[in-house]
């Protein structure tokens, strides 16, 4: 692995389902060396699936519900690829995934523009600046004109946009993809013998002769309509603009027929960020700190459903990581040695010897690191800003078999742990409360009690629907707001207090009684 920090490119897909995120994927990994076969990002899938039967509900509904890393090293530099489940439900785990990154590429189905979740997605990398490149997908298909397409990122998105390459011809003229930036076209080569991209055909201008002759005769005309105003009616790229996220490169290109992915990666390696400082306290930490900092973004449990053990997800901030150092966890202050830690390879997990900032490791452990967890040579730092979510729907859990508790108990624990759900403990009666963002949480809540822990479970309606954090600066005050609302008072697992309500109404109404409370959406961990 190359050994300093500015190597690493840490970025995640977002898309909307069937934009071809999987797509992309696999062809990034194709093309950057990583894998040589097409279909083997799904095949992995498969065999992973086959392996949990959780993972059924993945299946039925044809959605990606768990995110991974994967990690590939590509002229010189070092990608991580993280994926982010696309599905609106899935909205905790994902917003997560995208505090651990630098950049992100969001791809746009060409036919269909941006749908809502590319647009969700886009709203938590703007949140905190994420710099984006926008790949434009499917261009072998009839679909919106380019333009169109410019146009609709550049008004939604408020974003200047920077055309990199152009399509030449779009669905059945599609014949290649011009590059605006070193003038050539990329053209398929014969099926037979073709290599990735097909062939590149250098240009001195987009109206060498060369390029009419190598492409279809009416997707030339539509080319020659359009060069003009692609090549000079855009901002033109600009390197500080991509990276404050005022500004997104877009490429155009075809993942399935692999068309426009080399120069995609070859942008991404070119002008996306390296690590960058990652906001704790009492002070950012930064790439160049020699104490070793990351923080824990996703915990995974029973990977292989033989061992009960999960692996935990940390993105490193500072440092250089070296196997089997001993690193603090904040809040706790206990001191863990990290003995086996993963690397997620495109193919294979290997045992990680060191690691640089921006890289992920995965750190097996039987329960004591959690999401939002910083782990740190230093005892004195803590990572903000990985905020835990006001639940939508709340249900009680109710035991078809009664002597299960303790196993239900468990279970709850240890998806709440993973952030598929949070669980609460009401002050009055003994059923647990379950919130979660999203109905399919609750889906893989019952399916999973079923596959894994072999507890039978009903989730019943529950009086609210709703959850906030409360706090005050005056002790008593919130003493006696929680004695006033003792039917609506919980805790969380961490022994926070938490009031359940109806809905948003009743929130706002009790906000305004209690001026003295704060009532929070988010729990921050700090
Ligand atoms: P995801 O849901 O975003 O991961 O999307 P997939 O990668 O699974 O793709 C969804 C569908 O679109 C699949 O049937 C793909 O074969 C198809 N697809 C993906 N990329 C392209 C493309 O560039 N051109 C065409 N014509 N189809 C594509």
Redesign the pocket.
């Known amino acids: 692995m190359s050994q300093n920090h500015p190597d690493r490119r840490t970025f995640a897909i977002i ?12 062809k990034l990994l194709v093309a950057g060396g990583a894998i040589h076969m097409a279909g083997e990002v799904k095949a992995r899938g498969q065999a992973r699936r086959a392996r949990s039967d959780w993972m059924k509900i993945e299946q039925q509904r044809g ?2 519900v768990t995110s991974s890393v994967m990690t590939f090293e590509h002229q010189g530099l070092v990608f991580n690829l993280l994926d982010t489940p ?1 599905h609106e439900d899935f909205s905790e785990d994902t917003y997560r995934t995208l505090t651990a990154v630098d950049s992100a590429v969001m ?1 746009i ?1 060409a036919a269909k523009g941006i749908e809502p979740q590319t647009l969700k997605l886009f709203e938590v990398c703007r949140l905190r600046s994420v710099p984006i490149i926008t790949f434009i ?5 009839e679909g919106q004109s380019p333009f169109e397409l410019l146009d609709e990122v550049a008004d939604r998105l408020a974003l200047d946009v920077c055309p990199m390459n152009w399509p030449v011809g779009m669905g059945g003229t599609f014949s290649g993809l011009y590059d605006l930036v070193e003038p050539s076209l990329a053209v398929p080569g014969k099926e037979a013998s073709r290599a990735f991209e097909g062939e590149r055909i250098a240009l001195t201008r987009h109206d060498d002769p060369k390029l009419a002759a190598a492409v279809d005769s009416r997707a030339l005309d539509q080319f020659n309509e359009e060069i003009e105003l692609a090549s000079a009616g855009y901002a033109s790229f600009d390197v500080d603009a991509y990276r404050n996220g005022d500004l997104t490169p877009v490429y155009f ?5 692999e ?1 426009g992915v080399v120069d995609l990666l070859a942008g991404l390696a070119a002008h996306a960020p390296g690590p960058q400082p990652q906001p704790a306290e009492p002070a950012p930490v930064r790439p160049d700190d020699d104490a070793v900092t990351g923080f824990v973004f996703k915990v995974q449990a029973n990977m292989n459903p033989a061992h009960r053990d999960r692996i935990a997800f940390m993105r490193l901030c500072s440092g250089k990581f070296e196997r089997g150092m001993r690193l603090t966890q904040g809040g706790t202050g206990k001191a863990i040695a990290i003995s086996r830690p993963m690397l997620f390879l495109a193919q294979d997990r290997e045992m990680a010897e060191e690691a640089w900032p921006g890289d992920i490791i995965g750190i097996p452990n039987h329960g004591t690191l959690r999401v939002g967890d910083t782990l740190s040579e230093r005892s004195d730092v803590m990572i903000t800003g990985l905020p835990n979510f006001a639940p939508e729907i709340l249900r009680r859990v109710a035991l078809v078999d009664p002597t299960k508790t303790k196993q239900l108990r468990k279970a709850l624990d240890d998806m709440a742990e993973e952030g598929i759900i949070q669980v609460f403990y009401p002050e009055i009666g003994a059923n647990m409360i379950v919130g979660v963002v999203g109905q399919l949480q609750l889906d893989v809540l019952i399916s999973r009690l079923e596959a894994e822990y072999k507890v039978e479970a009903k989730l019943e309606a529950s009086p609210w629907d709703t959850a906030r954090w409360i706090a005050s600066d005056d002790a008593a005050a919130l003493k006696q707001f929680q004695a006033d609302n003792r039917g609506a008072a919980a805790t969380d697992r961490d022994g926070a207090p938490v009031f359940m309500a109806k809905d948003a109404w009743e929130v706002g109404y009790v906000t305004q009684r209690n001026p003295s409370i704060r009532f929070t959406a988010t729990k921050e961990r700090v």
């Open positions: 898309s909307h389902p069937d934009a071809g995120k999987t797509t992309l994927t696999e959605i990606s696309g791809v189905d997908n499917k261009v072998d298909r290109g075809s993942a399935l027929k068309f």
